[in-house]
Nanobody, 119 residues
Framework: QVQLVESGGGLVQPGGSLKLSCAASGTIFALKTMGWYRQTQTPGKERALVASISDDGNENYADSVQGRFTISRDNAKNTVYLQMNSLKPDDTAVYYC???????????WGQGTQVTVSS
């Protein structure tokens, strides 16, 4: 089993920045893809991909955050980061870290961290 713990959420004004971190621990063989998803409180809205990064550094972003958010990872620390700049009220959501690993059929999720963008 792999445990994911997110940190770095909070309240920020529009145009501001936040950096999220997600540290993996537990029975880690080799983390494959790590990423961030978010879910708003809008009824019926599903959790949506924000950004992901593969173990060899390939990055993928949702159109809505392209150019504003940057995902990175430190493989030695089993940690993934999300630098969020130029934040908008529409970015308000609970942000979840997700990871999978080689030789393992599971998707692992963190508990979520709230990001609120408001003046």
């Amino acid at each position: 089993q792999v445990q994911l713990v997110e940190s770095g959420g909070g309240l920020v004004q529009p145009g501001g920045s936040l950096k999220l971190s997600c540290a993996a621990s537990g029975t880690i063989f080799a983390l494959k893809t790590m990423g961030w998803y978010r879910q708003t409180q809008t009824p019926g809205k599903e959790r949506a991909l924000v950004a992901s990064i593969s173990d060899d550094g390939n990055e993928n972003y949702a159109d809505s955050v392209q150019g504003r958010f940057t995902i990175s990872r430190d493989n030695a620390k089993n940690t993934v980061y999300l630098q969020m700049n130029s934040l908008k009220p529409d970015d308000t959501a609970v942000y979840y870290c997700r990871a999978d690993q080689w030789f393992d059929a599971y998707d692992y999720w963190g508990q979520g961290t709230q990001v609120t963008v408001s003046s």
